[in-house]
């Protein structure tokens, strides 16, 4: 598996459908979350909603929880969709969401220590403008960023845990949440690794 790609249109417009109607009728936000909990430096937080209540330190596969909920389904859909086509074999560790309003940012952060443990975003919104701003940047060795990827509907970035990443602040012009879906996995033969930040 290469070590960061993107995937637009991942998903076909009536399950991005569902999974946007999904979104706007079910999910209930709750405030706290932080992208880098270590760093006492930056308290500050986001808006977090997990789907599976696996906590950031699971390592147990929750595949079949997930495919298990049929208020679930669209998530599930998405999931089948991601383990068929881009991560055969993986364990399903983590599926949740997190949303960015003005003035809310992540910061610099890693998912995993091990090579293998995977994050795949998800991009929710129903229409995304580059004056919104709210990409999610990817930081090289030297602390440079070496990919900025606007939150367009329906793209998929899937990357190895190891690098550091950040979700960056919308401008005062957006006037939508910034909500991205994640999928925590653990690569055939990779070590578990409790995430450290995430």
């Not at 030297?142 to 509907?153: E, F, K, M, N, S």
């Amino acid at each position: 598996m290469e070590r960061f790609a993107q995937h637009d249109n991942f998903l076909n417009q009536d399950a991005l459908a569902a999974l946007q109607a999904y979104f706007q009728s079910q999910v209930r936000w709750t405030f706290g979350w932080q992208s880098n909990k270590k760093n006492a430096e930056v308290p500050f937080s986001h808006w977090n909603h997990d789907f599976l209540g696996a906590g950031s330190n699971n390592q147990t596969d929750l595949a079949d929880q997930l495919l298990a909920d049929p208020a679930l389904a669209s998530i599930a859909a998405l999931w089948t969709q991601l383990q068929t086509r881009l991560l055969p074999g993986h364990a399903l560790v983590r599926c949740y969401a997190n949303a960015h309003t003005f003035g809310i940012e992540g910061y610099p952060h890693t998912d995993s220590r091990k090579p293998g443990n995977v994050t795949t975003i998800f991009y929710i919104n129903p229409q995304w403008k580059p004056e919104w701003a709210g990409e999610t940047v990817f930081l090289n060795d030297l602390g440079d960023i070496a990919h900025a990827v606007l939150p367009r509907p329906g793209r998929a970035v899937v990357f190895d845990g190891t690098i550091v990443h950040s979700a960056r602040a919308v401008t005062r012009l957006c006037p939508a949440l910034r909500v991205t879906l994640m999928f925590k996995t653990r690569a055939p033969g990779a070590e578990m690794d409790a995430e450290p930040h995430a």
